[in-house]
């Protein structure tokens, strides 16, 4: 079992060339400076990977360097995790970066691991380790890239079959390993490596807030045991797995046909402890008490779970309809003072029973109306625009778009409310990002819900004795209800006005009350919530 590894020689050594050279380097270093130690980790790490050195050395500086690289991987990822897309270029440095410290990490392991192969019986005995931690590098960019919603490469599943290949032959796929880096829940292997790996993308990790994804990570940690590693299909009709082919390079699915060395992952025990979770917490056992994590708060931890359950053991989401593919453009604006401006058709001003702006009062006193030539450059000003996207499939209910990454446009982040007009439609409609993601083809796309009914733009602002004065500051949209599809009447504002029994006033057409009841969607900068007339 070989691997693309760079050539060893003697020339140009490292800083660190032994354990105790590599130790005095660390305690000099200002690790706490996360771009300064990516550099240097990254430079030492490239000189290490091809310098000759024993191999059991080079495991020794490997697991002494691995909590530093931990470190600052962790800091540096702040540039790029959770980002509209597409990146800046300062954030997709951050993440190359990144990456290119992983990919250094892997290939040391890689190197110890062709040693194993090689009949070195100084790091034989600790193969198991050297294939962990060497997918545990892969993981580590892995959760990164989908940190920063793009594609991952072919190579890193090509990689990781193959790893789990030679941890095959080397007879080593259950042995017990301990990692230092999974916090609370060190004792691992690499079967358990390797499911944890698979699993993360089974999840649809670009609906996944950044917090998300490193939630799933640590119960990961807790839970990759659960999983068996087969050579075989399960056995009974509630058997529960993923196929993966170890000569492949896609991560899995459910069907072992054309594959050429398929192995099996049995996650019947997995999701039996899910599911027990959820129905714990149902009966209202708290997130830390089933183990989720004192930082886990219910409903979001109960919502995360059924993801998880119906991505890894249902088939991944359901659809009210079928999607079709189509080859049709459609119109985008993003942001809620755009979609306001380009449906309500006019600038957002103080509606007239609110403190008229002085400017307003003139106008009216001199022209008998509001002036109209501020509209017509507020867009260019405010920098809205409307854009033009290839629809790539769509449904009554929703719709897959996607654009180049270099086409002129505004970022687009998953949670974000979106207007959007299909085809020869009239009008725009409302939707939700249920996730946006960079292609390998350098493609921005994102899947949209879309919300039923015509929008109508209104104005918004709190009630109560502390907003006797307040302006309409705040633009929003009431949704009709949709009987039909057992939606009420709902009303979108700005995230984080939600509570229940909270009394807003509207303004359309005149002002009214209304009182919050239920929050049906809660987005990036936005919340959709079924509401009462007053």
Same mark, same amino acid.
């Given at each position: 079992?070989?691997?693309?590894?760079?050539?060893?020689?003697?020339?140009?050594?490292?800083?660190?060339?032994?354990?105790?050279?590599?130790?005095?380097?660390?305690?000099?270093?200002?690790?706490?400076?996360?771009?300064?130690?990516?550099?240097?980790?990254?430079?030492?790490?490239?000189?290490?990977?091809?310098?000759?050195?024993?191999?059991?050395? !080079?495991?020794?500086?490997?697991?002494?360097?691995?909590?530093?690289?931990?470190?600052?991987?962790?800091?540096?990822? !702040?540039?790029?995790?959770?980002?509209?897309?597409?990146?800046?270029?300062?954030?997709?440095?951050?993440?190359?970066?990144?990456?290119?410290?992983?990919?250094?990490?892997?290939?040391?392991?890689?190197?110890?691991?062709?040693?194993?192969?090689?009949?070195?019986?100084?790091?034989?005995?600790?193969?198991?380790?050297?294939?962990?931690?060497?997918? &545990?590098?892969?993981?580590?960019?892995?959760?990164?890239?989908?940190?920063?919603?793009?594609?991952?490469?072919?190579? $890193?599943?090509?990689?990781?079959?193959?790893?789990?290949?030679?941890?095959?032959?080397?007879?080593?796929?259950?042995?017990?390993?301990?990692?230092?880096?999974?916090?609370?829940?060190?004792?691992?292997?690499?079967?358990?490596?390797?499911?944890?790996?698979?699993?993360?993308?089974?999840?649809?990790?670009?609906?996944?807030?950044? !917090?998300?994804?490193?939630?799933?990570?640590?119960?990961?940690? !807790?839970?990759?045991?659960?999983?068996?590693?087969?050579?075989?299909?399960?056995?009974? +009709?509630?058997?529960?797995?993923?196929?993966? +082919?170890? =000569?492949?390079? @896609?991560?899995?699915?459910?069907?072992?046909?054309?594959?050429?060395?398929?192995?099996?992952?049995?996650?019947?025990?997995?999701?039996?402890?899910?599911?027990?979770?959820?129905?714990?917490?149902?009966?209202?056992?708290?997130?830390? &008490?089933?183990?989720?994590?004192?930082?886990? &708060?219910?409903?979001?931890?109960?919502?995360?779970?059924?993801?998880?359950?119906?991505?890894? %053991?249902?088939?991944?989401?359901?659809?009210?309809?079928?999607?079709?593919?189509?080859?049709?453009?459609?119109?985008?604006?993003?942001?809620?003072?755009?979609?306001?401006?380009?449906?309500?058709?006019?600038?957002?001003?103080?509606?007239?029973?609110?403190?008229?702006?002085?400017?307003?009062? =003139?106008?009216?006193?001199?022209?008998?109306?509001?002036?109209?030539?501020?509209?017509?450059?507020?867009?260019?000003?405010?920098?809205?625009? $409307?854009?033009?996207?290839?629809?790539? =499939?769509?449904?009554?209910?929703?719709?897959?778009? /996607?654009?180049?990454?270099?086409?002129?446009?505004?970022?687009?982040?998953?949670?974000?409310?979106? @207007?959007?007009?299909?085809?020869?439609?009239?009008?725009?409609?409302?939707?939700? @990002?249920?996730?946006?993601?960079?292609?390998?083809?350098?493609?921005?796309?994102?899947?949209?819900?879309?919300?039923?009914?015509?929008?109508?733009?209104?104005?918004?602002?709190?009630?109560?004795?502390? &907003?006797?004065?307040?302006?309409?500051?705040?633009?929003?949209?009431?949704?009709?209800?949709?009987?039909?599809?057992?939606?009420?009447?709902?009303?979108?504002?700005?995230? /984080?006005? %939600?509570?229940?029994?909270?009394?807003?006033?509207?303004?359309?057409?005149?002002?009214?009350?209304?009182?919050?009841?239920?929050?049906?969607?809660?987005?990036?900068?936005?919340?959709?919530?079924?509401?009462?007339?007053?």
């Amino acid at each position: 079992m070989r691997f693309e590894l760079p050539t060893l020689s003697g020339e140009q050594p490292p800083a660190i060339t032994n354990a105790r050279s590599c130790r005095e380097w660390l305690s000099v270093q200002p690790l706490a400076n996360a771009v300064h130690a990516q550099s240097v980790l990254l430079r030492q790490l490239n000189l290490l990977n091809r310098y000759e050195l024993a191999a059991a050395e !080079r495991l020794k500086i490997l697991e002494l360097i691995r909590d530093a690289v931990a470190f600052a991987q962790g800091e540096s990822a !702040r540039k790029f995790a959770g980002r509209p897309l597409p990146l800046s270029q300062a954030e997709q440095a951050g993440l190359d970066a990144n990456r290119q410290l992983w990919q250094a990490l892997a290939t040391g392991y890689l190197h110890c691991l062709d040693a194993c192969f090689s009949g070195d019986r100084e790091v034989a005995g600790h193969a198991a380790l050297v294939v962990q931690r060497a997918i &545990a590098a892969l993981r580590g960019e892995l959760l990164d890239i989908y940190r920063a919603a793009q594609d991952p490469p072919a190579k $890193i599943w090509r990689t990781l079959h193959r790893l789990y290949g030679a941890a095959e032959e080397l007879g080593v796929t259950d042995k017990p390993v301990t990692d230092s880096l999974q916090a609370g829940h060190p004792l691992t292997s690499v079967q358990a490596a390797y499911a944890h790996t698979l699993l993360l993308h089974q999840a649809s990790p670009y609906e996944l807030s950044s !917090r998300q994804l490193l939630q799933v990570e640590r119960w990961m940690h !807790r839970w990759a045991n659960k999983v068996a590693v087969l050579d075989a299909a399960p056995a009974g +009709d509630k058997a529960r797995f993923l196929v993966v +082919d170890l =000569d492949g390079e @896609a991560p899995g699915g459910t069907n072992a046909i054309g594959q050429d060395r398929p192995r099996w992952l049995e996650l019947s025990a997995l999701a039996n402890s899910i599911k027990k979770r959820i129905a714990k917490l149902r009966e209202g056992e708290s997130p830390a &008490a089933l183990k989720l994590g004192e930082d886990c &708060a219910q409903p979001a931890c109960e919502k995360l779970l059924k993801h998880l359950y119906r991505y890894w %053991f249902k088939g991944g989401a359901t659809r009210g309809h079928t999607r079709h593919r189509t080859n049709t453009t459609c119109r985008l604006v993003a942001g809620m003072e755009a979609i306001h401006y380009y449906i309500s058709g006019t600038v957002f001003r103080q509606p007239v029973d609110s403190a008229m702006p002085k400017r307003y009062a =003139d106008e009216i006193a001199v022209f008998g109306r509001i002036a109209t030539h501020y509209d017509e450059d507020y867009s260019q000003q405010h920098g809205f625009m $409307i854009e033009q996207w290839q629809v790539l =499939d769509e449904s009554p209910s929703g719709v897959r778009i /996607g654009r180049t990454v270099h086409q002129r446009g505004v970022r687009v982040v998953a949670g974000q409310l979106l @207007a959007v007009r299909l085809g020869e439609a009239s009008g725009f409609l409302l939707a939700m @990002a249920r996730w946006v993601r960079v292609t390998a083809g350098n493609e921005l796309q994102t899947g949209m819900r879309i919300f039923p009914g015509v929008p109508q733009p209104v104005a918004v602002r709190s009630t109560g004795l502390s &907003a006797v004065n307040e302006k309409y500051r705040h633009q929003g949209f009431v949704l009709p209800a949709a009987p039909a599809l057992h939606q009420p009447e709902t009303v979108i504002v700005p995230a /984080g006005w %939600f509570r229940n029994g909270r009394v807003i006033e509207i303004h359309q057409d005149g002002s009214r009350q209304v009182r919050l009841k239920r929050l049906v969607d809660r987005g990036a900068d936005f919340e959709r919530v079924a509401f009462e007339r007053m």
